[in-house]
């Protein structure tokens, strides 16, 4: 059976840094693209950002560019989200998702993606 799980979300204030995990079992790690979604209350689930199969490319939405950084380390199974300069409309939950089709599903909005993770609350105080 396969699992997304995420951690490192928390309470933090505006400037500061957190870095999510998203530890997978029961899948290839090799075999996915790997992304990032959040969603606040009552908004519709937002694209992150997105790393492809073996780390050599990455995509970001266009407010967490130059501030938040993906990556991977197959070897321990797990997808990581460097989160920098937080500003209070970063809040939100963050799910991890594994999608085999590529980094450009991910990217288009993960629609039909093979697992997600179920979340971890990130708030960003002002």
């Known amino acids: 059976q396969v699992h997304l799980v995420e951690t490192g979300g928390g309470l933090v204030q505006a400037g500061d840094s957190l870095k999510l995990s998203c530890v997978t079992s029961g899948l290839i790690p090799s075999m996915y693209a790997m992304g990032w979604f959040r969603q606040c209350p009552g908004k519709e689930r937002e694209f992150v950002a997105a790393?492809?199969?073996?780390?050599?490319?990455?995509h970001y939405a266009d407010s967490v560019k130059g501030r938040f950084t993906v990556s991977r380390d197959d070897a321990k199974a797990t997808v990581y989200l460097q989160m920098n300069s937080l500003k209070p409309e970063d809040t939100a939950v963050y799910y991890c998702v594994a999608d085999g089709r590529g980094l450009h599903t991910i990217v288009a909005g993960a629609k039909g993606a093979d697992y997600w993770g179920k979340g971890t609350p990130v708030t960003v105080s002002s």
């Open positions: 790393i492809n199969w073996n780390g050599d490319f990455t």
